[in-house]
């Protein structure tokens, strides 16, 4: 099984959603770090190559989980929201994409 790295404040932007959505969106990148696919998620490519997000729906919204599991001992989850409009916000794109500028460092 692949480790999980939470990068900048992934970790607590995660706990931050509600209860059901969190225990989906926990058990999806499970399911990535034993190396299957989640059950609902597509590719990030302007984040990087390899970026992808995890796509919960749940009472309360709709929340994302963008993630990278390219690299043979670690999945990196670069940032975790909720969405408010039909497209990503541009900034939640960028602040993963800086992040996943990182891991290129950390790995």
Do not use: N
Request: hydrophobic share 40%; no cysteine.
């Amino acid at each position: 099984m692949k480790a999980a790295y939470f990068i900048g404040t992934a970790r607590r932007d995660l706990a931050g959603f509600p209860e059901s959505a969190r225990r989906r969106a926990g058990y999806e990148l499970f399911m990535v770090q034993v190396g299957r696919e989640p059950a609902d998620f597509k590719p990030i490519p302007s984040v990087g190559p390899g970026a992808y997000e995890i796509r919960v729906q749940d009472e309360a919204g709709a929340f994302r989980v963008i993630y990278v599991a390219k690299f043979e001992q670690a999945v990196y989850v670069l940032h975790a929201l909720q969405k408010k409009t039909r497209k990503t916000v541009k900034a939640d794109i960028e602040l993963a994409a800086r992040r996943y500028t990182l891991i290129g460092e950390e790995s």
